[in-house]
């Protein structure tokens, strides 16, 4: 493992950023007029909640980015930090603090004092779009702010996609066929200098359903602690 991880370490991530884009988009971002009006209708009935794009939120020398969709409209949406205040960041954070990447205690607030550690949290498309739907313009408008994202992580050496738009977000970013790499959970690619793990999206629907269990979850995980070597502090996992 460590070995095919130096191998991807050592091509620099194959995009190509404008470098006049921010990795975080501005709270009040215009590129999305729909995704706009759905802001000023949740903020018109909400006027407490966040309702702006939604930064990214971890650890500036991260070597993992976990990409997820976009924010919840009671999620991040609300309180303005990915994967915070509705389930998928219980299940979330929970399995990135038992493989090292996360400490403090997650309280679903932005003050709860949880930190991240080689680990950033971003979401491929900024803004909460209408039924967690965004559309195809839409996820292709904020990869700008992806590819800055990746662009400023120096250390990047692979990227967890919490489902397909991510992961399809992504290679599209990267300038790979997406045929050549096909969405699956559980499925590892080596993919323009990074390793790309893929796992169904750990929404509250999607464990419902059981489509997704947290042992299903904590194997994603796992497989990417055992790419990169234990946690810096850390005894090894079996
Ligand atoms: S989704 Fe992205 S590109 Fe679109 S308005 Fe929000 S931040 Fe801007």
């Known amino acids: 493992m460590p070995d095919r991880a130096a191998a991807a370490k050592a ?3 194959a995009i190509s950023p404008d470098p006049r884009v921010p990795p975080d988009a501005p709270r009040d971002c215009t590129l999305c007029p729909r995704l706009v009006a ?7 009935r909400q006027p407490d909640w966040w309702n702006g794009a939604v930064a990214s939120f971890g650890d500036p020398e991260a070597r993992v980015l976990v990409l ?3 924010p919840g409209v009671a999620g991040a949406n609300r309180t303005g930090r990915p994967f915070t205040g509705d389930y ?28 991240l550690h080689d680990a950033m949290v971003a ?28 662009a400023a992580l120096p250390r990047l050496r692979a990227v967890v996609c919490l489902g397909r738009i991510a992961h399809e977000s992504l290679l599209r970013g990267l300038g790979v066929r997406l045929a050549l790499h096909p969405f699956a959970h559980g ?25 997704l269990t947290p042992a299903m979850f904590e194997s994603v995980f796992a497989a990417l602690r055992a790419e990169l070597g234990p946690a810096e502090g850390a005894p090894a996992r079996d």
Do not use: W
Request: hydrophobic share 35%; aromatic share 10%.
């Open 11 to 13: 091509a620099a991530p």
């Open 38 to 44: 759905y802001r000023e209708e949740t903020l018109a």
């Open 68 to 70: 997820g969709l976009a």
């Open 88 to 115: 998928a960041g219980d299940l979330l954070y929970a399995t990135m603090t038992k493989y090292g990447f996360a400490n403090g205690r997650f309280d679903a607030r932005v003050d709860d004092g949880l930190e």
């Open 123 to 150: 979401n491929a498309v900024r803004c909460v779009p209408p039924q967690n739907r965004p559309l195809p313009v839409e996820i292709n408008t904020c990869r700008r702010f992806l590819l800055a994202r990746i």
């Open 187 to 211: 499925a590892r690619h080596e993919v323009g200098g990074l390793v790309v793990f893929d796992s169904y999206h750990c929404s509250r629907y999607n464990t419902n359903t059981g489509r």
